[in-house]
T-cell receptor
Framework: GDSVTQMEGPVTLSEEAFLTINCTYT??????LFWYVQYPGEGLQLLLK?????DKGSNKGFEATYRKETTSFHLEKGSVQVSDSAVYFC???????????FGTGTRLKVLA | ETGVTQTPRHLVMGMTNKKSLKCEQH?????MYWYKQSAKKPLELMFV???????ENNSVPSRFSPECPNSSHLFLHLHTLQPEDSALYLC???????????????????FGPGTRLTVL
C-alpha cells in the first residue's frame, strides 16, 4: 500500500551544519509530496512541496527534489540554525483521493 | 497565524465522561480533517469532511463521533474513551479541487495547534 518512510531521529547538529533528512515513499497513482514542520506546542505547517517528478520545492533555505526514479524526497538545508529545531514530517497525497499519508516524523535539535 | 483554531488546548477526562473538541477554520476552505497524533506513530487520519459531508472514516471506533455543521466548523464528540486514546488531536483544513463525483486533488493542509487529550 501507499506509505512514507523517513529516517528516525533525533538528529542533533551544531549550528551552521548541513542537514539531510531522508524520505522515501511508495504510492499508486500520482502523488504530490510535502514536508511539514511542527514546532513545540504547535500544529504542523507546510514547509515546502512538489507536485510532479523533478520538481524542487524550497522555502526558508530548505530544499527537496521529487525523485521518481528513487521514490525519494529528501530534505536538505545548507546551514541550520537553532530556530530550525522542530519535528519534520514527510507526507504524500494521492490525486483522485482524500488519502494523505504522513511519515513518523524526525526530530531535529540544533545546538548553538 | 494558521487560520485554524482549536479548543480546548488541553483536556483531561475520565473514561465515563463526555466531552467535545472544537475546530474552526477562517480560510474559506471546503475540506476539514481530524487527525490523531501519538508518540512515535505516524499521524492517523480519522475523518474527512468535504462540503460538510463526511467522505472518509478510517475505521475509527464509535466512541469518536464527528460533526460538521458548516464548512467552517468541525467537532469531535468523545464518550467512554480508553486510556490508549490519549494523544494530540489535530484539526486541519484544505481547499480541495473536486468534481461532482470525486476529489481531483488534495493540496496543502493547514493545521490547528491541537488538543492534548489525557484519558484517565
Amino acid at each position: 500500500g501507499d506509505s512514507v518512510t523517513q529516517m528516525e531521529g533525533p538528529v542533533t547538529l551544531s549550528e551552521e551544519a548541513f542537514l539531510t533528512i531522508n524520505c522515501t515513499y511508495t504510492a499508486t497513482g500520482y502523488p504530490s509530496l510535502f514536508w511539514y514542520v511542527q514546532y513545540p506546542g504547535e500544529g504542523l505547517q507546510l514547509l515546502l512541496k512538489a507536485t510532479k517528478a523533478d520538481d524542487k520545492g524550497s522555502n526558508k533555505g530548505f530544499e527537496a527534489t521529487y525523485r521518481k526514479e528513487t521514490t525519494s524526497f529528501h530534505l536538505e538545508k545548507g546551514s541550520v540554525q537553532v530556530s530550525d529545531s522542530a519535528v519534520y514530517f514527510c507526507a504524500l497525497s494521492i490525486s483522485g483521493t482524500y488519502k494523505y499519508i504522513f511519515g513518523t516524523g524526525t526530530r531535529l535539535k540544533v545546538l548553538a | 497565524e494558521t487560520g485554524v483554531t482549536q479548543t480546548p488546548r488541553h483536556l483531561v477526562m475520565g473514561m465515563t465522561n463526555k466531552k467535545s473538541l472544537k475546530c474552526e477554520q477562517h480560510l474559506g476552505h471546503n475540506a476539514m480533517y481530524w487527525y490523531k497524533q501519538s508518540a512515535k506513530k505516524p499521524l492517523e487520519l480519522m475523518f474527512v469532511y468535504n462540503f460538510k459531508e463526511q467522505t472518509e472514516n478510517n475505521s475509527v471506533p464509535s466512541r469518536f463521533s464527528p460533526e460538521c455543521p458548516n464548512s467552517s466548523h468541525l467537532f469531535l464528540h468523545l464518550h467512554t474513551l480508553q486510556p490508549e486514546d490519549s494523544a494530540l488531536y489535530l484539526c486541519a483544513s484544505s481547499q480541495d479541487l473536486t468534481s461532482e463525483i470525486w476529489v481531483l486533488h488534495t493540496d496543502t493542509q493547514y493545521f490547528g495547534p491541537g488538543t492534548r487529550l489525557t484519558v484517565l
